[in-house]
C-alpha cells in the first residue's frame, strides 16, 4: 500500500524539484532530484510488466559494471537525473487535458465531425488534422480519445481509415510539437533552441500530412451520417474549437517569445506553461475545490500508470551517462569514420535504421537516440551539424513510432481495435513509411546544400 502512495510523491517531487533547481542556485536540489527520481523507480519496479521490468533491470545492471571502473554508485545516484528535464514535460503537460475535458471541447469536436465529415477522405483529413493540432499538446492520451469520437454508427466501417489517420497524425508530432519527449531530447543534448528547430520539423510535418493525402489515392467514399441527439448547435461547437486552436497557438506563441528573450530552456518552459494555463484555463469551468479534486484524480490515477515511461527514461539517462564515462563516445565516432561513412547525408539514413532495427528487438527508441544525441552532440566532428543532425534523428525516430510493433502507438491503437501492433505498424504504413523518409532525405539534403 505504501508504494501507492509513494509512486506519485516521488514523481511529482522529482519534476517539481528539477523545476525549482532552474531558478535557484543550489548545491542540494540537484542532489534532491537524484534521490527522488531513484526513488520513483524503485517505486514503479514491483508495478513493472516483465518486459519492461527486465528491459529497465538490465540497463541499470549494465550501467552499474560499467561504471565500476569510475565512481560506481556516486555516478549512477547523479546519472539518475539525466533525463528528468524531459520526465518534467512528460508529468506535467497531461494536465492541459483537465480543462480540455472540463470545458467539454470533446464533445463540440464530436459535434463538428458529424456535421463536416461526409466522405472518408474527410475523415482522414480530419482526424489526421486534430492529431496534428490537440494531439500535439495531449500527446499519446488523444489516440484513444479520438478512436472512441469516432466509433459510432457513421464512422464504425471505417476502421482501416481512422487507424492510419491516428497514427501518421501522431506520430507527425514527434517532428515539431514542443510538448513532446522527442523534442525535449534533442534539446537537452544538441546546441538548438526550439525556435531553429520548429519551422524545419514543422515543415517536415506538412510533407508527411501532404503524402498521407496523396496515398489515399482518389478513392472517396460517400459515409452516411448518423445524427445523434443532444447535439450542441454547429455554430457554438466551431467556436468553441477555434477558441481551443487559438489556446493552443497562444501557448505556442509565448512559449517561443520566453525561449528566446529569457535564459530558459525549453524544458523547463514547458511543464511550467502546462501547470499555469492547466489551473488558470480550469478555473473558468469548475471551482478551485473541484480542480483540487481533479488534480487528486490525476496524480492518484494517471502519474501511477506512467511508470513503464518513467522508469524507462530514467534508466536510459542513467545508460546514457555510463556509456559516455565508459567511453563510447570514441567507440562510436571511430566506428563511423572506420566504416567510411565520412558524411553527413550518409551518415543519417544509417542511423535511422539502427534506430528503427534496434526497436524491433525490443530497444526502445529513447534508449537508442539518447546515446547518439550524447555522442554526437559532444563531438567536434560535428559541431556544425547539430540542426541537421537533430532533424535527422527526429525524421529516423518519427519513423519508427509509425512502423515498430513494439512502438506504445502501435501497441495502444492494437488493443484499442482487438487488432495487433504488427498489422497497425507494418502491415498499414510501412509503404508510407518508406515514402516519408524518402521525402523527408531529399528535404535534409536540401538544409544541407542551403542552411
Known amino acids: 500500500m505504501k508504494w501507492i502512495i509513494i509512486r ?9 524539484t528539477y523545476l525549482t533547481s532552474q531558478f535557484l542556485d543550489s548545491e542540494l536540489l540537484p542532489i534532491l532530484v537524484s534521490l527522488f527520481a531513484t526513488i520513483t523507480v524503485i517505486s514503479y519496479i514491483p508495478y513493472l510488466g516483465k518486459t519492461p521490468m527486465i528491459l529497465i533491470g538490465t540497463l541499470l545492471i549494465s550501467s552499474f559494471l560499467m561504471l565500476l571502473n569510475g565512481d560506481g554508485l556516486i555516478t549512477l545516484f547523479h546519472g539518475m537525473r539525466e533525463n528528468v528535464g524531459l520526465l518534467a514535460i512528460f508529468i506535467f503537460v497531461p494536465l492541459i487535458s483537465l480543462p480540455i475535458r ?68 501522431f506520430s507527425l508530432c514527434f517532428l515539431w510539437s514542443p510538448y513532446f519527449i522527442s523534442i525535449a531530447l534533442i534539446l537537452s ?10 519551422p524545419y520539423g514543422f515543415v517536415f510535418a506538412l510533407a508527411g500530412f501532404i503524402l498521407g493525402l496523396f496515398t489515399m489515392g482518389k478513392i472517396s467514399e460517400p459515409i452516411k451520417i448518423v445524427e445523434n441527439e443532444g447535439e450542441v448547435p454547429i455554430g457554438k461547437a466551431k467556436r468553441k474549437l477555434i477558441e481551443l486552436l487559438m489556446i493552443i497557438i497562444g501557448m505556442t506563441v509565448i512559449t517561443m517569445t520566453i525561449e528566446h528573450f529569457v535564459d530558459l530552456s525549453v524544458l523547463t518552459i ?26 487528486l484524480d490525476y496524480t492518484q490515477g494517471r502519474l501511477p500508470k506512467m511508470g513503464n515511461e518513467l522508469s524507462l527514461f530514467i534508466a536510459a539517462g542513467v545508460f546514457g551517462v555510463a556509456i559516455l564515462d565508459a567511453g563510447a563516445s570514441e567507440w562510436i565516432i571511430y566506428l563511423i569514420e572506420v ?14 535504421l539502427v534506430v528503427n532495427l534496434l526497436s524491433f528487438i525490443g530497444v526502445h527508441p529513447i534508449i537508442t537516440n539518447t546515446a547518439l544525441a550524447i555522442t554526437l552532440s559532444s563531438s567536434p566532428l560535428f559541431a556544425g551539424d547539430h ?8 525524421s529516423g525516430w518519427m519513423i519508427t ?6 512502438s506504445a502507438t502501435n501497441l495502444m491503437v ?15 504504413n510501412w509503404q508510407y513509411a518508406l515514402m516519408l523518409y524518402g521525402v523527408f532525405y531529399l528535404l535534409m539534403v536540401g538544409m544541407y546544400y542551403i542552411v
Open 401 to 406: 513510432i509509425l512502423v515498430s510493433p513494439l
Open 387 to 394: 540542426l541537421l543532425l537533430s532533424i535527422g534523428l527526429l
Open 339 to 352: 566504416s567510411g561513412i565520412n558524411h553527413l547525408l550518409i551518415l543519417l539514413p544509417v542511423l535511422a
Open 8 to 16: 506519485p510523491v516521488a514523481a511529482l517531487l522529482m519534476g517539481l
Open 270 to 295: 514547458i511543464p511550467i506553461m502546462a501547470i499555469v494555463v492547466s489551473t488558470v484555463w480550469s478555473l473558468f469551468y469548475q471551482s478551485p475545490k473541484a480542480f483540487g479534486k481533479e488534480l
Open 189 to 198: 543534448y544538441f546546441d538548438v533552441t526550439w525556435a531553429q528547430l520548429f
Open 414 to 428: 492494437g488493443n484499442l481495435t482487438n487488432t495487433n501492433s504488427v498489422h497497425v505498424g507494418m502491415k498499414m
Open 102 to 169: 472540463t470545458g467539454q471541447y470533446l464533445n463540440y469536436m464530436n459535434t463538428v465531425f458529424n456535421y463536416y465529415i461526409k466522405t472518408s477522405r474527410q475523415l482522414y483529413t480530419y482526424l489526421k488534422i486534430t492529431l496534428l493540432s490537440i494531439g500535439s499538446v495531449m500527446n499519446l492520451g488523444t489516440i484513444p480519445i479520438m478512436y472512441h469520437l469516432t466509433e459510432t454508427s457513421s464512422f464504425i466501417d471505417y476502421r482501416d481509415t481512422r487507424i492510419r489517420a491516428l497514427v501518421r497524425g
